[in-house]
């Protein structure tokens, strides 16, 4: 692996220190969230792959390594990203070993994407598909993806789950449940409650810097590296060939990822904001867009050099007269989950 700097890493000056990267760190605590929440998913659909070249085919689509989803690694969920020729993200995915066995014969994963794009997802697999040994159908409608969010480990009836697992990303992202359309997610987690408000959800992904459907990732225009893919377990650099590779790799080979996308906090009563809205530094250097935001909380790709250490942040559109109009202030924070240390980030970046 390619050894660099912290700071050639994270694509900041000499000048700047992992000490300013702290100035406004976002907490690894589930201290927002209250205990065993469950949060219906509308948001999200499922797409199964099944048959005995289900994996290999897969393998052959998305960025991560389909031979960990196994029960020799002990992990049944695998986050994954599908990309363009160009190597730009084309949906953000988690793919569940449904069969629960190695056995090639049996295999059946579920694919979890945007309900909004489960139609050109199964298009696209369709037109890969060719002669391979796979089916694929759209479960969308017959199962549901829920998020159980919590302190510690929730108490989980897996018998009544087609799915039950840890989400892949991040502990902070609690669990993942795929269950039957008729069933509750409170009558799977024992001691849990329902959600009264589904951007609750929406909020914690923004507070811990996790992108997530075509707002946060727009397709054809998100890269993998600059989505924090490689720091949410996203990318494998030893799989082999797939789809957009090359651009991917050659990326993480360089050493610097100079854009990321990082959790942003909305200042003051501003908050006029939508997805592509400027924001520029307080030197009036403009340094990335907004992606998504609700309430406070947000999401931007930033330059990382131009955003550390640069003091409160200002997210400007386009007026009518073609000049800048400021709709807010804010300010960028560093997720506590981000890799500190040089040699870590030199290994996943």
Not at 78 to 92: E, H, I, K, P, T
Request: aromatic content about 4%; hydrophobic content about 40%; overall charge positive.
């Amino acid at each position: 692996m390619i050894k660099c700097t912290l700071s050639r890493a994270l694509g900041l000056s000499a000048s700047s220190s992992w000490s300013a990267l702290k100035t406004c760190r976002v907490q690894r605590s589930m201290s927002s969230v209250a205990p065993s929440v469950c949060h219906r998913l509308s948001e999200r659909g499922l797409v199964r792959v099944a048959g005995a070249h289900a994996a290999t085919f897969l393998q052959g689509l998305i960025t991560n390594d389909m031979r960990c989803l196994d029960v020799n690694c002990h992990t049944m969920a695998l986050y994954a990203l599908m990309l363009n020729l160009q190597g730009r993200v084309l949906y953000d995915l988690i793919v569940y070993n449904v069969s629960g066995t190695a056995d090639a014969e049996n295999a059946d994963y579920l694919v979890e994407c945007s309900a909004e794009v489960v139609p050109e997802l199964l298009a696209l697999m369709k037109k890969y598909k060719l002669r391979k040994k796979v089916s694929l159908t759209d479960e969308s409608e017959a199962l549901d993806v829920w998020a159980v969010l919590g302190k510690g480990i929730p108490n989980i009836d897996a018998s009544k789950c087609t799915v039950a697992h840890k989400d892949p990303r991040l502990a902070e992202m609690g669990h993942r449940l795929i269950v039957p359309k008729e069933l509750d997610g409170m009558t799977i987690v024992e001691n849990s409650t329902q959600a009264d408000n589904r951007e609750n959800y929406l909020l914690h992904r923004y507070r811990l810097g996790v992108g997530e459907g075509t707002v946060d990732l727009p397709p054809g225009s998100a890269l993998p590296l600059e989505s924090n893919a490689v720091f949410l377990n996203g990318v494998s650099f030893s799989k082999g060939c797939y789809i957009g590779q090359e651009l991917t790799a050659r990326t993480h080979h360089t050493g610097v990822v100079r854009k990321r996308l990082m959790p942003v906090r909305l200042l003051g009563g501003m908050r006029d904001t939508q997805s592509g809205d400027s924001v520029v530094n307080a030197h009036g250097k403009r340094c990335g867009k907004l992606r998504g935001s609700h309430e406070d909380r947000g999401l931007a790709l930033l330059r990382v050099q131009d955003v550390v250490g640069k003091g409160p942040l200002e997210i400007h559109r386009k007026s009518d007269d073609q000049g800048q109009l400021k709709v807010a202030e804010c300010e960028a924070c560093v997720p506590e989950w981000w890799p500190q240390d040089a040699d870590a980030i030199a290994k996943r970046t």
